[in-house]
T-cell receptor, first 112, second 112 residues
């Protein structure tokens, strides 16, 4: 069966520090991968998605970037965090068009 | 408009039925989904319905789809305190990897 791992679960970082959140998927090949942000436990904002290694689509220009160095690995990064980057970050995968998204457990990021 | 709309809050008493409503936008949407998010966790896929169906039942969950009105509902029978969570509907709209659009979520509170 397929599983998705996302870490760390919580993170507290100072303003101006770098960020690296990692997500890996097991049990499937060539998944579509996604990064979402959720503010204050409400709606989801799609940040990035990827349909293959090295292919990244950005939905919202901002202080973050994403990379997919391996088929089942998706990384969310920032060179310098802002206070406004605080939130709950969710990684997800799908098997392709017409397939549902399956989410990781999320990372709670607090920028101080 | 392009928004998937849900009421923000719903409170029910334990043992009663809950009905969570969603209005979506695209009459050609193929699949419609319901996700559950417990506090501090990722989104869990609860159930989904294909657009050529009117109803789907899965244990305590019943999904009703009214394509004419673009209205989707999730009924939870015999609601329990463990059902307290945020519920998101989502529609699969169009082709491509970025084709899943989420509502803002309904926070269900179950009163003991």
């Amino acid at each position: 069966s397929q599983t998705i791992h996302q870490w760390p679960a919580t993170l507290v970082q100072p303003v101006g520090s770098p960020l690296s959140l990692e997500c890996t998927v097991e049990g499937t090949s060539n998944p579509n991968l996604y990064w979402y942000r959720q503010a204050a436990g409400r709606g989801l904002q799609l940040l990035f998605y990827s349909v293959g290694i090295g292919q990244i689509s950005s939905e919202v220009p901002q202080n973050l970037s994403a990379s997919r160095p391996q088929d089942r690995q998706f990384i969310l990064s920032s060179k310098k965090l802002l206070l406004s980057d605080s939130g709950f970050y969710l990684c997800a995968w799908s098997g392709g068009q017409l397939s549902p998204l399956h989410f990781g457990n999320g990372t709670r990021l607090t920028v101080t | 408009g392009e928004d998937v709309e849900q009421s923000l809050f719903l409170s029910v008493r334990e043992g009663d039925s809950s009905v969570i409503n969603c209005t979506y936008t695209d009459s050609s949407s193929t699949y419609l989904y319901w996700y559950k998010q417990e506090p501090g966790a990722g989104l869990q896929l609860l159930t989904y319905i294909f657009s050529n169906m009117d109803m789907k039942q899965d244990q305590r969950l019943t999904v009703l789809l009214n394509k004419k009105d673009k209205h989707l509902s999730l009924r939870i029978a015999d609601t329990q305190t463990g059902d307290s969570a945020i519920y998101f509907c989502a529609e699969s709209r169009g082709a491509g990897a970025n084709n899943l659009f989420f509502g803002t979520g309904t926070r269900l509170t179950v009163i003991p």
